[in-house]
Structure formats: C-alpha cells, structure tokens
C-alpha cells in the first residue's frame, strides 16, 4: 500500500477541486453554500483543476480496471480483513498518534452510558428515553443496521423519526425552498423504544410486510417486501393527526471524513433540478442550518442529507439516540418534550464539570473516530464479469447518480482526507426515487420523496461485516437486486431496464455491486 499511496501523490502532486462545472444558471441559494467553513481549505490551481476533471473523466475502456479503482479510498484504503472488523480500522492515512486518538474515540463510540446519579461520572447522562446505551449498539460493528427479523427481535439499529408540518415561523429565511417542519408535540423528533426505570418507553416498532412477486426477463422472478409501518403500543398518548414517520436503518459508518472532505462546489456542480440535460436525473443539493457554523451549508449527512458535517451529525445522534447532551445539543433530558415532564425532571449527568454530559473534547475524540474509519479496498477489479458489470452500469445510466469518483479537497492540518482520489459512488444530492421508497416527511429541503444518493463503496461486504444483506433507507431490500428494483421515480428508466436484461448481464451487474 505504501507505494500505491506515493503513487496517487505524485499522481495529483498539482490538483485542486474541479470548479464548479458551469450548469449554466446556478441557483443563486447555492452562492452561499459552496465555500466549506468545517475545512482548513489550501485552493487549488487552474492546472490541478484541469488534472482532476481528466481523471475523473468517464472511461470509455472497460476491458481493464482503471488506475488505482481499486482503492476505494484513496491513500486511506485499508484491506480487507476477511471478517466482520472490516469497518472498523482506522484508515491507512491515520499516523501513530492519530491510531492513539482513534482508539479513544473508538472507546468512546463503544461505551454504555448509565443514568444519572452514578457514581461513573463521565459516563452517566442516559436517557431518560433513548434508543441505544451506545453508538455500537445501532452501527453495529461499523455497519449497517437492520429491522427486527422477529417479532422476538428488538429494533435496536432502526427507529422512526417523526415530525408535524411547520408554519412560517419554523422555515429558515436563509435557505430557499425549506419545508418547515416541527417536531411532534408530544413524542419530539424521534421515537424512543427504550426508557430509564420509572420512564415508559415511547413506543414499539410494529412492521408488516407483503410480499409482491415481480417478473424479470428470462424466465427469473423476484420477490419484493412492501413494508407497513406503526408506532405500537404509544407511552405517552396518540400521536399528533398530522404526524409523519420516517423509518431508518442505522448506516454504515466508514469513510465519513472523505466524503465531508469532497468540495461543496463539486457535489454542487452535479446537480440539475430543472433536468436542463434532459436525462431524466434532477439531482438537488440538500441546504441546512449549521447549529455550529451558525449559517447555511451544504447537507451531506444522514438519509435525507440533513446533516452538515461529522461534528454535528454524532451531536445530533448522541442527543436523539442516547439522551447525551453535548454544547451543540444542550438539553441533557435529550429528545424528551414539554409534555413529558417526568422525563425532563430526572436526574441528568449535565451538572459536574463538564457542563454537559458529552464534553468538546470527547465529542471530538468520537468525530475523529467516525472521519477516520477506513474504507476497505475493492475486490476482483480485473475480473472479466465484473468489468462486464462496469459498463452495464454506466450504459444503464446508474452513474448519474452514483458517481463514481471525487477528489478530495487539500486539506492544511488534515493529511488523513487530503487530495485523495476517492471512488464512493454517490453524488451526495437528493433525488425523487418513486412513490414505492417515499416516507412523506420533508427534512430541510428534502420532499418526503427525496432520498440522498447512499454511497455504495462496501456494499459488497455487508453480509461479511452485519450478517445481514438488508438494504435501502428501512432494510426492506434483502439483497442487492431487490434494492435495485425498489428504485423509482427518476430511476424508473434504470430498473426497468435491469428487468429487462438477459440474465447473464443481470447476474453480471450484481457481481460488479458486490465488488465495491
């Protein structure tokens, strides 16, 4: 590996981000989104530019592998270790002392927090209501979360975020297009399976699927799970008659830092909303409000794309998932609301030195860990049937939204991330993806049929490092394949033609998915 990464380096030894590329009108909402304030940002040259738009230059050869494809990560890669640690190393770029603060992130991202009073001061603070005692109870092992597979199994690694429609007074004058929302008056923005003794938990996930057979060409069928869902047995009385639930599956976590390094003006310039190419892909840009930056910003995290940056993405979930209140999030009673005043009369763990259950610099330690996770290295690129698989993918147009390579900003202070080529296959932007996968809950500028493009670097191994093969947003999808014909919506036109390929081509598009 060390001679691959000398060779990306002097591969890139002069780039910068490809400028935005000129979609003609460019709403004038994004002026305000395209620097990155989270970064420590060294500009690139006219040249770099140049050099990276030639590399990142669609190939039209598919008969070999393209240089350093299989380095999903770029310098960061790490190898695949055969089992389910896979997610869970620090990546190739993370030098000894940075290996030291990623273990103490890593124990942090690992701890069981307990309520309060304890006598384990810097570990209590749980709940009151929550969904988790820890962030490795949801991402489990680094990986993908799953719906209950019994009514025996609990929904640990899934939840239901819910919301009412807001008025004029919720919106964000900054940010063109928002849909205001607000949280449910009784329940909050999140639905707590779990409460401390004394707290009666919010409610139970009750899901329901029927299966409906889909024909594919050749003779092969399929079989899709359409999903119900209900908040069962409700602790606090009935939800509100407006109330939308969303359910989600707890993503993997790998590859996190790269992703918030890719420049806001690259992820922007591949957006169309008005589809001024004509095919068929509007991809949008998510806008949100940074608590920490205190402006607008470009929305790269979570489902929906809700979340700005790292920092405040595992803010955000220690506060929803655990009940930990942290300097972005501050109220130590976590998601609980006024009308669940025993909840927010508990003892909390926010009154001893730290000021708030989860300190800056703990919080920091668990943001290093989630933007140091290393994505493991391609598999089998050469191989004949998935090179096969490459260019149906690209034919079929599934690269319009799952790009398939960035590269990453010149970071000061930040080698780790730094101008890396990076192959995630995303896009980072919304898109409408049909009827069938839409939750009906708005999240920022995201309709309630928009989904953020997931990156597909590891899929392949999500059996290997989860035991499961559950994908999309709630885990309906059980393999690969269903995923794909779970795609609607702007990606009609690409389902309908994975059903009508022959099956050896079909077989081969799977074999290339499962490669990343």
């Not at 640690?85 to 273990?103: C, H, I, R, W, Y």
């Not at 698989?389 to 970071?411: D, I, Q």
Request: charged share 25%; net charge negative.
């Amino acid at each position: 590996m060390p001679s691959l990464r000398h060779a990306l380096l002097i591969l890139f030894a002069a780039l910068p981000a490809a400028t935005v590329a000129q979609n003609t009108a460019e709403p004038f909402a994004w002026a305000k989104v395209q620097d990155d304030p989270h970064l420590s940002v060294v500009p690139r040259s006219a040249s770099e530019a140049a050099r990276i738009a030639k590399v990142l230059t669609t190939p039209d050869d598919f008969t070999a592998p393209q240089p350093f494809e299989e380095l999903s990560g770029g310098a960061a890669t790490v190898r695949n270790t055969g089992d389910a640690n896979a997610f869970s190393q620090p990546s190739k770029t993370v030098d000894f002392e940075g290996e030291l603060t990623f273990k103490l992130g890593n124990g942090l991202f690992r701890k069981l927090w307990v309520s309060s009073p304890s006598s384990t001061l810097a570990s209590d603070g749980l709940g009151p209501l929550f969904n988790a005692r820890s962030c490795q109870r949801c991402h489990l092992k680094d990986g993908r979360g799953h719906p209950p597979e019994s009514a025996e199994d609990n929904s640990v690694s899934m939840f239901l975020r819910v919301s009412v429609p807001g008025g004029p007074e919720d919106g964000i004058d900054e940010i063109e297009g928002y849909l205001a929302t607000r949280p449910e008056p009784t329940y909050g923005g999140q639905m707590q399976d779990f409460g401390l003794p004394g707290q009666r938990a919010e409610y139970r996930l009750d899901i329901h699927y029927d299966e409906v057979e889909i024909a594919l060409a050749g003779g092969e069928t399929a079989s899709l799970r359409h999903p119900t869902y209900a908040a069962a047995e409700l602790g606090y009385g009935p939800l509100h008659p407006d109330a939308m639930l969303s359910p989600r599956v707890a993503p993997q976590m790998i590859g996190l830092g790269l992703l918030e390094a890719i420049p806001a003006a690259d992820i922007l310039a591949g957006a169309d909303p008005e589809d001024r190419d004509g095919d068929g892909i509007s991809g949008r840009p998510n806008i949100v409000w940074s608590r920490e930056f205190g402006r607008p910003m470009l929305g790269r995290f979570g489902l929906k794309a809700g979340m700005p940056t790292i920092r405040e993405q595992s803010a955000a979930a220690f506060s929803g998932d655990v009940g930990i209140s942290s300097t972005l999030y501050p109220d130590a009673w976590g998601d609980c609301t006024e009308a669940q005043g025993d909840c927010r009369s508990a003892p909390h763990g926010d009154g001893d030195i730290r000021g708030v259950e989860i300190d800056d610099e703990a919080l920091n330690l668990v943001t290093f860990y989630s933007r140091n996770l290393g994505v493991p290295a391609r598999r089998d690129v050469a191989d004949p049937e998935v090179l096969r698989g490459k260019r149906l993918f690209h034919e079929l147009g599934c690269a319009s939204c799952h790009r398939p390579s960035f590269v990453t900003h010149r970071l000061d202070g930040q080698p780790e991330q730094s101008f890396q080529l990076i192959w995630p296959y995303t896009d980072m932007l919304l898109h409408d993806m049909g009827e069938g996968l839409a939750d009906h809950r708005p999240e920022a500028r995201a309709t309630g049929r928009e989904w953020r493009t997931p990156p597909l670097w590891g899929i392949g191994l999500t059996e290997q490092v989860s035991g499961h093969s559950y994908f999309l947003h709630d885990g309906r999808a059980r393999s690969l394949l269903e995923a794909v014909l779970w795609h609607g919506g702007e990606a009609e036109a690409q389902r309908d033609a994975v059903i009508a390929l022959p099956q050896d081509e079909r077989a081969a598009l799977i074999r290339f998915l499962e490669s990343l």
